[in-house]
């Protein structure tokens, strides 16, 4: 997909968000937009809680809600150092958490994460994208991070409005 179509693609998504009220509405649309642009099979989108150190997502492709430490994994890696990751070979990663893989079945392959901020620059979630056939690239990177500081009103809005 050209840069500029994925640039018109977010126009035409964010008029759809607008209309969104909660998170519950809001993540699976930022989810399968994400998916369709990058062209990955998953995508989870990671809410951080301070006050448990933890993060959670109603959204997941393929499985339930998800809850792990927020020191766990590559999310929470990506949360520590808040900047994007790239996993070429997930199963062979250090800081792969494989207990989500070995709960729903399903097998990571590669990955892509990208912090979420607010609006005082605090980390606020991660996004995560799983195993496209291509493996992700830089391009993926710029996207992630342009897409991911793009959703963060909505879910820094929609947070303090669940609250």
């Known amino acids: 997909m050209s840069r500029n179509n994925k640039y018109s693609k977010i126009a035409n998504f964010g008029l759809t968000l607008l209309s969104k009220k909660s998170l519950s509405e809001g993540l699976p649309h930022i989810s399968a937009h994400a998916k369709d642009v990058i062209g990955a099979e998953r995508c989870s989108v990671f809410i951080y809680s301070s006050k448990e150190h ?12 998800i809850t792990i ?3 766990k994994g590559i999310v ?5 150092t808040k900047v994007p990751v790239i996993v070429i070979d997930a199963q062979r990663d250090p800081m792969f958490h494989s207990e989500i893989d070995e709960k729903s079945g399903y097998e990571t392959k590669n990955m892509i994460t990208a912090p979420i901020f607010d609006s005082e620059h605090n980390v606020i979630g991660v996004m995560q ?5 291509a493996g992700f690239d830089e391009e993926d990177i710029k996207f992630m ?5 793009y959703v963060s009103g909505f879910i820094e809005l929609a947070t303090l409005y669940s609250r």
């Open 145 to 149: 991070t342009f897409f991911a500081h």
């Open 54 to 65: 933890i993060l959670w997502t109603t959204i997941a492709d393929g499985i339930d809600k």
């Open 76 to 80: 929470g890696h990506t949360l520590k």
């Open 129 to 133: 994208l799983l195993n496209k056939d």
């Open 69 to 71: 430490s927020a020191d």
